[in-house]
């Protein structure tokens, strides 16, 4: 479900390749904007909170009427993945996060997820667990933390990207496939009723291979943006549309060829990526662009940055 946001918290990720100095610290950045023509904006950034544990690549949700954010596994540092997990409460100042006792039934990172789902279920689908992807998806109820491991199994994959497209219904967009290949399928993924059991179907396939990619919904259409082809990291972005079942290249570029990145709507106009890896640094440069009708784009000139260099955080628009 897409609602107005207007900061965007950039969560935990790491300074280095290979999880290699994961971070503790949160960032809150919003947009100002400040001229029309050329447009022109400003990032404002500061740190809002820190972790309980530094995370790279954690699990992120949104719930309790959108006034806490669940952060859930991720890793610690290299080949070390954590099965905690903590809540972030959102004030208007500063947060503060506090670890859960329940904990996930897998510690993994790079799994999909969709932070804006609207079910009290949050399904987690597959990962990296230290050294080797994983085939499961896992379900943390809202009311309780529980976390369940369902029986059925997906391909072994991460870094795919989530989207909610109605209740108990999502789609999965790419990802590194059965440690084998990154993947352009689409797989359509329908819970039941109380998400102890799924079935998963192909929905169609993307204009090329995607994993490491961003997924942002705009409209009745989903920006698949960067990430990794199978070969290079690469600035393209891909437009899906929910209502034809099409996707294309669109013409608009990254500046900056990027994976691991995060990306969200803020104020309902601008198209923010932030952060990621270029494949030789992390990056704390943000891209935005001004959204024009049918989710065209127009690129702003951007000042301001990230406060920390993050490969591989969690966004979540609020």
């Not at 790279?56 to 669940?70: A, D, G, H, W």
């Not at 809540?87 to 500063?94: K, Q, S």
């Not at 952060?275 to 702003?300: H, P, Q, T, Y």
């Amino acid at each position: 479900m897409q609602r107005a946001a207007k900061y965007l918290y950039i969560i935990g990720g790491c300074a280095l390749a290979s999880e290699r100095e994961p971070i503790r610290t949160i960032e809150r950045i919003h947009v100002e904007k400040l001229a029309n023509n050329p447009p022109s904006v400003k990032i404002i950034s500061r740190n809002y909170a820190e972790l309980a544990l530094p995370r790279r690549s954690p699990s992120c949700f949104l719930t309790e009427n959108r006034q806490n954010i669940l952060i859930s596994g991720g890793c610690t540092a290299p080949n070390e993945h954590t099965d905690t997990m903590e809540i972030l409460r959102i004030t208007e100042e500063n947060g503060e996060s506090q670890l859960l006792a329940e904990k996930l039934e897998i510690g993994a990172s790079c799994s999909g997820f969709d932070v804006e789902t609207s079910s009290p279920q949050k399904p987690i689908f597959g990962g990296f667990e230290a050294h080797s992807c994983l085939d499961k998806v896992q379900v943390v109820t809202e009311s309780t933390w529980k976390c369940e491991k369902l029986a059925k199994k997906l391909p072994k994959i991460k870094n795919s990207t989530v989207l909610e497209v109605k209740r108990e219904e999502f789609l999965m967009f790419g990802g590194w496939e059965d440690e084998q290949r990154t993947s352009k399928a689409i797989r359509r993924i329908k819970f039941n009723e109380n998400f102890t059991d799924y079935s998963v179907d192909f929905a169609g396939f993307l204009p090329y291979p995607v994993e490491g990619h961003s997924c942002t919904r705009i409209g009745s259409s989903v920006l698949l943006i960067g990430g990794f082809d199978g070969c290079f990291v690469i600035d393209t972005i891909i437009k899906y549309d929910l209502e034809t079942k099409k996707s294309e290249v669109i013409p608009t570029k990254l500046r900056e060829k990027r994976e691991n990145h995060v990306s969200a709507v803020l104020s309902d106009k601008y198209l923010v990526v932030a952060g990621g890896w270029n494949s030789r640094k992390a990056l704390d440069d943000v891209e935005v662009f001004c959204i024009k009708e049918g989710a065209e784009l127009e690129r702003c000139h951007v000042e301001g940055s990230l406060l920390t260099a993050r490969n591989r955080p969690t966004g979540v628009p609020l």
